[in-house]
């Protein structure tokens, strides 16, 4: 093979872009691993909030803001570690975190406001649907088999 300054520019690309392919699965772990966490729990809290939508009704707002607080500190854990901006399934990861961030915030400004805005069946119903989706959403993502790739 010739060793012209063409030949080498394309080795440098192809190596470069396998690189670039082994960085990306190497940067998809950390969100496999937090949907594997996220998508079992979303599962698992939305359907049993839709099972007991009375208990909301007699929630207290002193249990509104502990959940708050809660639902703030893992959203801030999960955006601290995971605030990954790419087009695919781990954006949903990133999403996640600042839902719970910001939905935590609100419970802790507005505890009573949002132990009213609870007593409403049709809105809490859609939120769990929300969550489930995005639950089954993450746990195919962070339970399937990894496609084998070949290497250079």
């Known amino acids: 093979m010739p060793c012209t300054a063409e030949y080498s520019r394309h080795v440098a690309l192809l190596a470069s872009h396998a690189r670039l392919g082994r960085r990306n699965e190497a940067a998809v772990a950390p969100s496999r691993q937090l949907a594997g966490l996220l998508g079992p729990s979303l599962i698992a809290v939305s359907i049993t909030e839709s099972m007991n939508l009375e208990i909301f009704s007699h929630t207290s707002a002193h249990l509104v803001y502990l959940n708050g607080l809660l ?29 719970f961030l910001l939905g935590g915030l609100i419970r802790m400004i507005a ?42």
């Open 111 to 152: 505890p009573v406001s949002t132990q009213q805005a609870a007593q409403h069946p049709t809105t809490v119903l859609a939120l769990t649907s929300a969550l489930l989706i995005i639950g089954i959403v993450l746990s195919f993502h962070a339970y399937r088999r990894e496609k084998k790739t070949g290497t250079f």
């Open 71 to 99: 639902l703030f500190v893992a959203g801030l854990a999960i955006v601290r570690a995971h605030n990954v901006w790419t087009a695919g399934w781990p954006v949903l990861v990133t999403l996640i975190g600042w839902l």
